[in-house]
């Protein structure tokens, strides 16, 4: 149940960072479009939305399909007890980082909403929305990072892993 849950997320995650790239899309057009009929409109403020939650959305997507960059050349050649302490010692090290970058972005969400912060463009936008795109896709990141902790401490192999085929993570 809890799998299935947290799988549809992160497919959640994916198709989101998708339509805010297809934002970025409409925003250049628009833009384009108006400038051709002498039409000023600043989409600076809305492509940048688009671009953080677009990035941020799709890390939790992209982390458990293998898409990140990793260095296997060490770990590719450890032997499987030693190979899962490494991949467990990757997993904490990489959960805590990320865990603390989602705490202080939430926070700065946060400050954003309560001192009313906005972009100083035509626009005027609230800096609190793009950051609660961002603080959403780094916290589902973090969860993604602690899921497959929780994964390899458990003897599993972790989504992440290339020579790991898709059906077997979902078979979990």
Not at 10 to 37: C, P
Not at 94 to 121: E, K, M, N, R
Request: net charge negative; glycine share 8%; proline share 4%.
């Amino acid at each position: 149940m809890i799998r299935r849950v947290l799988d549809s997320l992160y497919e959640a995650a994916g198709y989101l960072a998708a339509i805010f790239l297809i934002g970025i899309g409409v925003t250049i057009i628009v833009q384009v479009v108006a400038r051709a009929m002498s039409v000023t409109v600043d989409s600076t403020e809305a492509a940048g939305l688009c671009l953080a939650a677009a990035t941020f959305f799709g890390l939790a997507h992209t982390f458990r399909h293998g898409g990140h960059v990793r260095i296997t050349l060490v770990i590719d050649h450890l032997p499987a007890g030693p190979k899962r302490l490494f991949e467990i010692f990757n997993c904490i090290v990489a959960g805590a980082a990320i865990c603390f970058l989602a705490w202080h972005i939430i926070a700065l969400t946060f400050q954003s909403y309560s001192y009313h912060d906005v972009s100083p463009g035509l626009l005027a936008m609230p800096f609190w929305i793009p950051q609660a795109g961002v603080s959403a896709g780094v916290v589902l990141f973090a969860i993604a990072i602690l899921d497959d902790l929780a994964k390899v401490l458990l003897g599993r192999a972790p989504s992440y892993d290339a020579d790991v085929h898709p059906e077997d993570i979902h078979a979990e």
